[in-house]
């Protein structure tokens, strides 16, 4: 909830501004009031009016209004708020925020805030790659912004990728967050994530397929909720999320160090793709063809089992711990006997096979797996089974 809480909400020139208008909405059905400022670009996206009419508040365009400036200046305007919020943070708002630039209402508020500032970014794949986007990012966090999303998918532009603007409920779920008032605000929650890499020689190692998605967007979601999170990530492709404690590890034996080193913990979800093995005698030099000769042997030893270690802990467990399993036959049967073997509270049981493009794709289809029953959820984004699958953290901690 945000009863009475005041929200700035900066809507920046983009496609996804058609959005704010439900964000306005949403703000007000959890009990915040929103005063809108809307850049030039943005009004080519969304009008004053309708903006105006939905927060039931004057709509602030721009920095020489002298009326408003009789009624309130504009550093008044920017401290007024519990929390400044720019959705969509355009490349081009971004890069002003980073650089400092006061040139217009909104660039110049952001300046003279002394309150925190989320930004939900918002734009095409490449501008959300682009070198200057990603130094603006980093410089932005840096000067302590908040970042919800991007989110990954189909975008207005017809291409695909990072750029999408969180939803509005996920919006909403970081405002609560960044002003203490999330389900899970207080807790401390552990994720792993991302594939271990297990060394042959300096070189080689043995890897799987693994790209990370779906740990970084339970990390996401859970501090989103307000969750201090614990983010234990072996080299995975997908970036890490903003606002939760990187640890970044390579093998299993790293990651199970770091996770124990981490503890306690509230809750802990164990998403990583662990490899099950690692090479015995890792070379120390690289290992070298020799002409004639047969391939050299790999001698393997089985990796600490994480999960199974920290659910059976006698000492200080979690009181909620969650495990993945990723199977490609008799998903249910295997997962739920895997369970019950590892001992975790609940396992989310997901299909693999290539044929479900889940590994490395955008959409995970799992059941959750609990000592009483097996809920199989329908096909969705990773980023909606991490915001449900967040939202049970929440609930299952408060019971
Ligand atoms: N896991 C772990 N440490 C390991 C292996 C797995 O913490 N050494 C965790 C994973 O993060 C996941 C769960 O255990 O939450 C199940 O992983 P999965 O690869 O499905 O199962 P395995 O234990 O590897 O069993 P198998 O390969 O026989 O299916």
Redesign the pocket.
Known sequence: MLAGKRILLIIGGGIAAYKSLELIRLYQKAGASVVPVLTRAAEEFVTPLSVGALAGAKVHRDLFDLTAEAEMGHIELSRAADLVVVAPATADLMGKMAAGLANDLASTLLMATDKRVLIAPAMNVRMWEHPATKRNLAQLTQDGALVVGPDEGDMACGEFGFGRMSEPPAIVAATQAALGEGPLAGRHVLV?SGPTHEPIDPVRYIANRSSGAQGAAIGAALAQLGARVSFVTGPASAPPPQGVDVIAVET?AQMLAAVEAAMPADAAV???????WRVISESRSKVKKAPGAAPPPLELAE??????RISQMEAGRPGLVV?????TDDVIA?ATA?RAR?GCDW?LANDVSPETGIMGGVENAVTLISEKDAETWPRMSKTDVASRLAARIAAALQE
Do not use: C, Q
């Not at 164990?270 to 099950?276: E, G, H, P, S």
């Not at 495990?323 to 199977?327: K, N, Q, R, T, Y």
């Open positions: 792993t299993a164990f998403a990583a793709a662990v490899a099950d990796n600490p089992d994480i999960l199974a495990g993945f399993a990723a199977e295997h895997k590892k396992i």
